[in-house]
């Protein structure tokens, strides 16, 4: 970024570079912004910029030499391809790739693809000929891992990440770290929970939050149109209050409300502020208006997170008696269809909260916590596992507990020789992780044996001379560390 800066014409104001990431847990975390946001491309389609809008992105664009993408892993090849026609349209430059501007894309690929798209290494299914924009990319790999300290245990998570078999001594300290799920209440209370299916996590959650005696319900209000009689919206309102969060922009039907304990926040509210969807605070005061209506849900957060949003209100906060780094969440809405011509629409109203005493391990991909309880399974893939045990800090705050309970089940599968493999359920998931670590390997092998690069000062240097590079930072954490 400094050298991006001392070696363009910025006029000493403007930075030469756009740090995005592909999501806002991860663009608060580098101090940028979402890629979809960065660039106008919608959830949906690539849609072209109108003639205003594009001027207003050239003039923005106008000292832009670099686009850094930070969590790659969760960036598909659909939407790289929607980055690289953004940028053409946006500098005019449509026979160049990503619009003349240096690409570098960062993270970790052998963590969890993106669901339900296409791994950014691989070919677009849609596409059956020509040549993908992750093959002008040359990879530059971080050897120095910074969010974990211990080498043994650092060097056992690099091993189940590239497929490797661990030793004896690795898999005894990864067996060790098995406890019951008592023991795991009795030592990690506060420990981050991390469980395959969301419908774990929700029961999780309830069961905890519900045997707190001082707790506070809020339900969402649900305003249904559409309907051409009671019974058909009796059916339509059942069928609401079964989605999942995700199918309801991002607003859940219940939430259980207990003070300390840990929440989510579900919907971007301010990404430059920290306040996006992943980010995890603990839940200080809920404000309620004359009638007993809750308005506010106060929470704290970690670090700098809301800081924005606490200094605007802070004169709300002094007259409630709250301490000053209290951030108040309000009430959002989001419009539902309930049936398959959208012409039933449910418009939700309510706070984009849920409680974050457990959450998917597909959920907790670029988080870090101090603290984790993790529910292995044989049948887990490698890099869900992988990322599983890879969001703590160190191994001494890594806790395993397993569905059945018994020692019989504190067994390490990963990195084991001599497995057999059979038809079942596990085999499957196995050759489906082995799968995507082998495409992910050729593809490596691919780009390094087409370019090569090296850690000297100097090739930062001459990349950004010759103005014809597209790097990828392979196998780093905490990337803003290496900043």
Known sequence: ???????????????????????????TAIGGSMVHSALSISLSRLMPLNIEKANQYRTLFKFVKVLIIDEISMVSAELLEQINARLKQITGLFTKDFGGLDVILMGDLRQLPPVKATPIFKQIKRKITGETPWRKFKQFELKQVMRQENRQFSEILTKIGDGNILTEEELKVMESRFITKEEAQSVCPEGIRLLFTNAAVNAYNYSVLNSVDDKI??????????????????????????????????????????LNRPYMITNNIDVADGLSNGTVGKLYHVERDENGDIIRIWLKFPKSCGRKQATKLRNLSARLNLDDDAVPITSQTSSVALNNNKTIIAKRKHFPLVSALAMTIHKSQGGTYDAIVYEYDRKHPRELVYVALSRVTKIEGLFMVTKENTEDSWKFWIGRSGIPLNASESDKHLKRSTSHREDLTLELKKIEKQYTTNSHPNFFL????TRKDYLYFHSIAKVYMHM
Do not use: W
Not at 2 to 8: A, F, G, K, Q, V
Not at 9 to 19: K, L, M, Q
Not at 462 to 465: E, V
């Open 1 to 27: 970024m400094e050298i991006y800066n001392r070696l363009s014409d910025t006029d000493g104001i403007f930075n030469a570079y756009i740090a995005c990431a592909s999501t806002g847990k991860a663009a």
């Open 462 to 465: 001459n990349s950004f001379l």
């Open 217 to 258: 319900i809020s339900v969402a209000s649900d305003v249904i149109t559409g309907c051409h009689n009671p019974e058909q919206e009796n059916f339509v309102r059942q069928k609401l209050h079964k989605m999942k969060t995700d199918e309801t922009g991002g607003l859940p039907y219940e939430l259980i409300l207990v």
